[in-house]
């Protein structure tokens, strides 16, 4: 069992940045890819961003390339997400997730591990 927990958000300004944290807990020793999504009211959950575990591949969903930079500190049992420059649209539940059968590479669906979620707001 891996448990996630994500803080760092909030309330902010349009063209305003956030960071976002996840501290994992749990199987800690394990090696495994992480992510982050997001939903918004109505629509349904959508990849972010994800890190392999030694941070050489990273991808993006197009609409955050640019301005989201995901990384990690696994010393620490964190990954985070900054992000730059943020749009109304962004606006949204963001969750991080742990992909235990993914190490060198990222894909952006099949993880098994969620967090409660923390919720991000953008004002216009």
């Known amino acids: 069992q891996v448990q996630l927990v994500e803080s760092g958000g909030g309330l902010v300004q349009a063209g305003g940045s956030l960071r976002l944290s996840c501290a994992a807990s749990?199987?800690?020793?394990?090696?495994?890819?992480m992510g982050w999504f997001r939903q918004a009211p109505g629509q349904e959950r959508e990849f972010v961003a994800g890190?392999?575990?030694?941070?050489?591949?990273?991808d993006y969903t197009d609409s955050v390339k640019g301005r989201f930079t995901i990384y990690r500190d696994n010393a620490k049992n964190a990954v985070h997400l900054q992000m730059n420059s943020l749009k109304y649209e962004d606006t949204a539940v963001y969750y991080c997730?742990?992909?235990?059968?993914?190490?060198?590479?990222?894909?952006?669906?099949?993880?098994?591990?969620w967090g409660q979620g923390t919720q991000v707001t953008v004002s216009s």
């Open positions: 997730a742990a992909d235990i059968a993914r190490l060198d590479t990222v894909r952006r669906y099949g993880y098994d591990y």
């Open positions: 890190i392999s575990w030694g941070s050489g591949f990273t």
């Open positions: 749990g199987r800690t020793t394990r090696r495994y890819a």
